[in-house]
C-alpha cells in the first residue's frame, strides 16, 4: 500500500480505534501522517500545539495504545507498521 492510500483510509483507521478505546483514540486523534518508509509511519502532532495549552496528550500515549493503534492499522489496511512520533 501507498502513503497516498494510507492517508485516504486514515479516518477509516480511526474510526475503528474510536470504537475500541476511547483512550487510544484521543491520543492519536489529531496526529498527521508525515511518512511511510517501509513499515515505519512517522506521526506529528504539531497542529495540536496551535491550541492554548497542550493538547498533545503525549503524556497519554502509552504502548498499549500505540498496540491498539497498530490492530487498527492493520485490520484496516492489512498493513503491519511501525510507529514513530
Do not use: C, P
Not at 513499515?39 to 502509552?62: C, M, P, V, W
Amino acid at each position: 500500500m501507498e502513503f497516498a492510500e494510507l492517508k485516504n483510509q486514515w479516518n477509516l483507521v480511526l474510526d475503528d480505534l474510536l470504537e475500541n478505546d476511547r483512550i487510544a483514540w484521543l491520543a492519536y486523534f489529531d496526529a498527521r501522517l508525515v511518512s511511510l518508509v517501509g513499515s515505519q509511519l512517522t506521526l506529528n502532532f504539531a497542529d495540536s500545539e496551535k491550541f492554548g495549552g497542550d493538547h498533545n496528550y503525549k503524556s497519554i500515549r502509552k504502548a498499549e495504545h500505540t498496540a491498539k493503534l497498530l490492530s487498527s492499522i492493520k485490520k484496516i489496511t492489512g498493513m503491519d507498521l511501525e510507529v514513530v512520533e
